[in-house]
């Protein structure tokens, strides 16, 4: 039997340096193979083939890494630069919509998002566009500077609560229990449900979506900010 000389480690290939952008792309690979919960530093240094402290040099932590896997998905929403001619409210239901959209394709990232403060290039490019359409329909800058932090969190809520529908086996089922409760609402007690009856849940997701934000974007114009302002509490975007 023939004897095989081991293998000197010099004639191994060398692994790929590590690179913040590199393990950003591995992590959203393994992203959408196994699950963000799945993403964590200990799995993505074995996927790396290095240790979990290697990673700690571009990569302080879990959440920062989350925050940096959302902003390299954020990189396909639609922003469309420039003057727009379909009117710049539209141009914001389809800005919130391709972003929410991104989102519930992957709920965790949603809830992650909730919670994360995103600060790469594109969730920046995402915050710009939306700033620049609301200047852009004459929403005044402080309304707008706030605004922003509202259209992003009601964006991400609707996300949050369509990602995760059907992920259990009872979710249907609350949805119908719902639905019958305010079909039968007792007129005497519930008076104004009962009024309203099934046109509480009319209406396709996509058109409310679209409602809802055309709602958010008038009190934004029209509402403006309080006199007397609490102190800075730190940033307020999602």
């Known amino acids: ?3 095989i000389a081991p293998r000197s480690r010099r004639e ?3 692994k790929p340096s590590l690179s913040r952008d590199g393990i950003i792309e591995t992590a959203v690979a ?7 919960e799945r993403v964590t530093m200990r799995r993505l240094a074995a996927a790396l083939d290095t240790g979990p402290s290697s990673l700690y040099v571009y990569v302080r932590n879990t959440a920062e890494l989350h925050a940096a896997v959302l902003d390299e998905l954020l990189g396909s929403v639609g922003l469309k630069a420039g003057v727009t001619s379909e009117g710049w409210d539209n141009v914001v239901v389809r800005v ?24 790469g290039p594109n969730y920046l490019a995402l915050v710009e566009r939306l700033l620049s359409l609301l200047r852009e329909g004459g929403v005044a800058d402080p309304q707008s500077a706030w605004g922003v932090d509202l259209l992003l969190l009601f964006a991400t809520s609707i996300a949050l609560e369509h990602g995760t529908r059907g992920l259990t086996l009872d979710d249907g089922e609350d949805e119908e229990a719902l639905a019958e409760a305010l079909r039968q609402a007792d007129a005497t007690g519930y008076p104004t449900i009962a ?3 099934d046109d509480l849940l009319s209406g396709t997701p996509e058109a409310r979506f679209e409602w809802h934000v055309r709602v958010l974007l008038a009190g934004i114009a029209l509402t403006a900010r309080p006199a007397r302002e609490a102190g800075n509490a730190g940033p307020g975007l999602p």
Do not use: F, N, Q
């Open 30 to 36: 393994l992203m959408r193979e196994e699950g963000l």
């Open 195 to 197: 009024a309203l009856g």
């Open 12 to 14: 191994r290939p060398a």
């Open 96 to 119: 919130l919509g391709s972003y929410t959209g991104i989102l519930i394709e992957h709920p965790a990232l949603a809830r992650s998002a909730l919670v994360t403060r995103p600060s």
């Open 1 to 3: 039997m023939p004897i």
